[in-house]
């Protein structure tokens, strides 16, 4: 039989026929496993929640002309199409237009409501958001000073013309306007100036300005760190022509300051957790190790030097951690995603290697946690023990 | 040349001399009794011999080499190479079988071999008990499973402290004919003992009284 092969046998037997005892051992490294890789799981998981929760605080990025002029459809698809898939949350495009109310200045926004939903989850709509075409969202302030309710018609008119440069001039040309008629479906409450606009699809606003493929600006809502933001800013605005890409740094700032703040909190707790573990995964293996002080005692009289007793002592340890990390991986993940669950309300993400990062840690944790006990325990004299003094 | 000796031996705990100037020889294949009343010294004695002490004065000369000079790294050696030693308390691991506690010692001698061992368990008359963990043997087996594992790396000396201490006299009688065995075999015995009974089936008996050698007895009815 080969030395590896009976030193295997040896700390297999201790594991094995010592259940009690190394059960505690075990429960020990496994507990802290469970919680060090919970922790880490949430520590990875957090921006990508805390950008979900984020998102709901509108769009973090615009894109707006960067040449003064409007944007087209394809410019703006080229620059949206650089953003990863899995990582939009929403877009939408607005274009900005003066029409009329009864005579009345009043601005008219064109939006893919869809998109609009997506980036401004905050908006407030008494009704619905429009689904149909001929169908108005009407801000708050402005449904008020047309007297406008949920249900009622509205006639949108715009001049085709130019803006007339005199009064004199208004009076006496001849006007070429477009009206249409739409439906109140929705009145939008939202605090900020989207109160002041008329919103409708961009196919009723092509409908009624005679313009296509003309925008002003869009929103974006994306799921990435201010990093990540600025880099797309940087590419998009750098490699589309006519796109300029700008952060909103009211969102992306405040967003960035908590998740900081929460990953240094998660960080702290981490360590603070990894460290009581270190002490409770010691001062279980020092228990374990000095009630085996006259087996010590008993290795070394039959001739065991101190580096071979080292050696199966941590052979012992570093094998408890590495099942101790495992069984903590495992169940740090179900930790992760009950806290996910309470605290966020969405499934957390599985990283496989996690297990391989948490087996190594509580391998590394339960070794440094044994040195100090084994190396004290490899003092023992042997005569002294034996004779159970 | 002797296979053991002891020259002018002491050994001083402060003002407490437990060995003083001890002088002792022992010959290869020699069935050596050291007696005495508790505080004696004989503990003191086995430690040194066995290469678990060193004396504070004197010489202790193990085949050919003084092991009083020497390191406890090479000590180490010295006791797992020369000295087999047995144990009034067994001292066998708990979670280890019958056999892999007499691999133990291999283990640290050379290498462990599951067939030597089982015949080692097979000659003290415990090979179906080889599997078998220590808290499911008797008081007599677990001692004859230490005297396997003392035998199995062939030392020079078999050193056995208070063999028979814990058994009955049906086991002490089996222990002792265990030792009449190897004695036969040519192997050296030196047995530490207040038990008269057990001394006296020695072929030479020492006396120790307050660290010092008092009385040395041959015995004259030594059977082999």
Redesign the interface.
Known sequence: MKKQTMFLRMITASLLRRRSRMLVALLAIAVGATILSGLVTIYYDVPRQMGEQFRSYGANMIFTSSNGGTLSEEALNQAKEQIKENQLVGFAPYRYENITVNERPMMAAATDFDGAAKTSPYWRIDGSWPSQPGEALVGKETAQTLALNTGDKVTLTFDLDKKPATADEAANAERNQNNREFSVVGILDTGGNEEKYIFISTEDMEGLTGKSDSFDMAELSVSASQNELKSYADSISKKTDGVSARLVKRVTQSENTVLSKLQALVLLVTVIVLLLTMICVATTMMAVVTERRKEVGLRKALGASNRSIIVEFMGEGLLLGGIGGLLGSLCGFIFAQAVSMNVFNSSIQFHWLLIPVTVLVSVLVTGLSCLLPVRSATDVDPALVLKGE | MSLLELKNVSKIYGPLKALDNVNLQVENGEWLAIMGPSGSGK?TMM?II?C??KPSLGEVILDGVDIAKESG?KL??I???KIG?I?Q?F?L?N??TAV?NV???Q???S????KEALEALERVGLKDRAKH?PSQLSGGEQQRVCIA?ALINHPEIVLADEPTGNLDEANENIVIDLFRQLHREGTTLIVVTHDPEVAEVAQRTVVLEHGRLVKEIMNESFET
């Open positions: 503990s430690n066995g678990m002490d790294k180490t050696e006791r797992r190479d030693l144990f308390q001292h691991v979670y280890l892999e691999m133990v010692s283990y640290y001698h290498m462990p071999d599951e963990l594992r």
